[in-house]
Nanobody, 118 residues
Framework: VQLQASGGGLVQPGGSLRLSCVGP????????MNWHRQAPGKQRELVAT???????VYADSVKDRFTISRDSAKNTVYLEMNSLKPEDSAVYYC?????????????WGQGTLVTVSS
């Protein structure tokens, strides 16, 4: 596994969590970084993207609640999740995608489980 995701857990509705994903510098230096999630019985969905220049894109369902950021010095991407809802419960996966740089490669982390429940 090239990417290591962590930070998931059980949180009450309205609470917050921060997910982290760390990997080798050679991956971070050439990749756009994404967080995806997959809930039981549902398709995996793209939650947030941050490109090398720092621009970000969010799914409508998490906009204004989630923040993606990257620390190039630490080869780490974060997903700050606030005002969590039960429907945010899922396994969250980080993903590095180098295809926009002309490199036909993607890497995936192992997933970290987020459960939002009272």
């Amino acid at each position: 596994v090239q990417l290591q995701a962590s930070g998931g857990g059980l949180v009450q509705p309205g609470g917050s969590l921060r997910l982290s994903c760390v990997g080798p510098s050679y991956i971070f230096s050439i990749s756009d970084m994404n967080w995806h999630r997959q809930a039981p019985g549902k398709q995996r969905e793209l939650v947030a993207t941050i490109v090398a220049g720092g621009s970000t894109v969010y799914a409508d369902s998490v906009k204004d609640r989630f923040t993606i950021s990257r620390d190039s010095a630490k080869n780490t991407v974060y997903l700050e999740m606030n005002s969590l809802k039960p429907e945010d419960s899922a396994v969250y996966y980080c993903n590095a995608d180098a295809r926009s740089r002309g490199v036909d490669k993607q890497w995936w982390g192992q997933g970290t489980l987020v459960t939002v429940s009272s």
